[in-house]
């Protein structure tokens, strides 16, 4: 009965929200998730998921996300084993994935470091989706791990999750950050041409707190660091004139 909500966000034109009800179950070992839709103004909720293994508890959140238009719903699932972006009408209907990319582990019991899909957010047109996740496995990491020699050196990452950005729908999903720079969040400019993110040279769990602020062109291109300060500089988003960032920095 300890029902709480993980999710939850308000449409584009601000008469419905959609949220995420999690529910411990001692059956499945696990807080199983359920999205809803209910009037802004109240009413009775629509129930829109039933089988669909949403992105729950622990931590990270479902990712619950309307497109720019209203017209759909998404969020973070299991698609397999492997955590995606998927997406439903805002209507309800059937759950279709959006991005398909390979897992670092076959495992629904991971970091987010290693999870396929860890964040995204639609570009301010509808057009696109930027998404946060590692580069896939080599063929020598997933050889050497059939055959028992692979390992983990701790505080080591070798890939650490970048920015993709794919077309939607159906587009060839594209990274536009350097291989060298752990990704931790990340926002589209107004007008879509950019996106600002922060990141960091370092490494694994204190990463999230060595973070520079860059802006690199959507289609790709080069990074340029926007701000270098020591310390944890965070979600970064733009005035609506772009004239200004505002961001989160622990000084």
Same mark, same amino acid.
């Not at 008469?15 to 009800?21: D, F, S």
């Not at 969040?185 to 600002?196: K, L, M, T």
């Given at each position: 009965?300890?029902?709480?909500?993980?999710? @939850?966000?308000?449409?584009?034109?601000?008469?419905?929200?959609?949220?995420?009800?999690?529910?411990?179950?001692?059956? #499945? =070992?696990?807080?199983? =998730?359920? &999205?809803?839709?209910?009037? $802004? *103004?109240?009413?009775?909720?629509?129930?829109? #998921?039933?089988?669909?293994?949403?992105?729950?508890?622990?931590?990270?959140?479902?990712? &619950?996300?309307?497109?720019?238009?209203?017209? &759909? &719903?998404?969020?973070?699932?299991?698609?397999?084993?492997?955590p995606?972006?998927v $997406?439903m009408?805002?209507?309800?209907?059937? @759950?279709?994935?959006?991005?398909?990319?390979?897992?670092?582990?076959s495992?629904?019991?991971? *970091?987010?470091?290693?999870?396929?899909?860890?964040?995204?957010?639609?570009?301010?047109?509808?057009?696109?989706?930027?998404?946060a996740?590692?580069?896939?496995? #080599?063929?020598?990491?997933?050889?050497?791990?059939?055959n028992k020699?692979?390992?983990?050196?701790?505080?080591?990452?070798?890939?650490?999750?970048?920015?993709?950005?794919?077309?939607f729908?159906?587009?060839? =999903?594209?990274?536009?950050?350097?291989?060298?720079?752990?990704?931790v969040?990340?926002?589209?400019?107004?007008?879509?041409?950019?996106?600002?993110y922060?990141?960091?040279?370092? $490494?694994?769990?204190? %990463?999230?707190?060595?973070?520079?602020?860059?802006?690199?062109?959507?289609?790709?291109g080069e *990074?340029?660091?926007?701000l270098?300060?020591?310390?944890?500089?965070?979600? %970064?988003h733009?005035?609506?004139?772009?004239?200004?960032?505002?961001?989160?920095?622990?000084?």
């Open positions: 009965r300890v029902r709480f909500l993980s999710d @939850v966000c308000i449409s584009p034109d601000g008469k419905q929200i959609a949220y995420v009800v999690s529910t411990p179950s001692f059956e #499945t =070992a696990s807080h199983e =998730a359920v &999205l809803y839709v209910v009037p $802004a *103004s109240g009413g009775t909720p629509l129930r829109l #998921t039933y089988s669909t293994r949403i992105f729950n508890q622990p931590m990270p959140a479902p990712e &619950l996300r309307w497109s720019p238009d209203g017209s &759909l &719903l998404s969020f973070i699932a299991f698609v397999g084993d492997t995606q972006v $997406a009408s805002s209507s309800g209907g059937e @759950v279709f994935p959006v991005t398909a990319m390979k897992d670092v582990e495992s629904s019991k991971k *970091s987010c470091s290693t999870c396929a899909v860890t964040h995204y957010e639609w570009s301010p047109d509808g057009k696109r989706i930027a998404f996740t590692p580069d896939p496995e #080599t063929e020598d990491e997933i050889q050497r791990k059939k020699s692979y390992f983990i050196q701790v505080g080591r990452n070798d890939r650490p999750p970048r920015i993709w950005v794919q077309d729908p159906g587009g060839t =999903a594209k990274p536009i950050t350097p291989p060298q720079l752990a990704v969040d990340f926002s589209w400019a107004p007008d879509g041409n950019s996106i600002i922060s990141a960091s040279k370092v $490494a694994g769990f204190d %990463a999230q707190y060595n973070t520079s602020i860059y802006v690199v062109p959507a289609n790709g *990074s340029r660091m926007v270098g300060q020591p310390g944890m500089n965070r979600a %970064a733009y005035s609506p004139d772009r004239q200004y960032i505002a961001f989160i920095s622990s000084g």
